[in-house]
Nanobody
Framework: QVQLVESGGGLVQAGGSLRLSCTTS????????MGWYRQAPGKQRELVAA???????NYADSVKGRFTISRDSAKNTMSLQMNSLKPEDTAVYYC??????????WGQGTQVTVSS
């Protein structure tokens, strides 16, 4: 059974920063591209950033230049550094594999709330 565990969310003012972390099993982490997803109330879950096994990254236009995704193979951990946060970034943030036809069971997510 694979577990995805997100952490690091919180309440910040617009313009502030947060760093999210995601931990999963080593076998999953080493064999898949990974992504950060978010879901705001009343909206679909969307991919905001992804990182390949080799470390290549891509970002949704809405976060490009503000968010940075990274992975630490030694710790089986993926991070999302979020800077210059905006109220529209408010959502529950999840991690999962990326680029497959399926997802692993979703974790609990971590709430990010940005006040204006």
């Amino acid at each position: 059974q694979v577990q995805l565990v997100e952490s690091g969310g919180g309440l910040v003012q617009a313009g502030g920063s947060l760093r999210l972390s995601c931990t999963t099993s080593g076998s999953i982490f080493s064999s898949n591209a990974m992504g950060w997803y978010r879901q705001a109330p009343g909206k679909q879950r969307e991919l905001v950033a992804a990182i390949s096994i080799g470390g290549y990254t891509n970002y949704a236009d809405s976060v490009k230049g503000r968010f940075t995704i990274s992975r630490d193979s030694a710790k089986n951990t993926m991070s999302l550094q979020m800077n210059s946060l905006k109220p529209e970034d408010t959502a529950v943030y999840y991690c999962n594999i990326e680029g497959r036809r399926y997802f692993l069971p979703w974790g609990q997510g971590t709430q990010v709330t940005v006040s204006s």
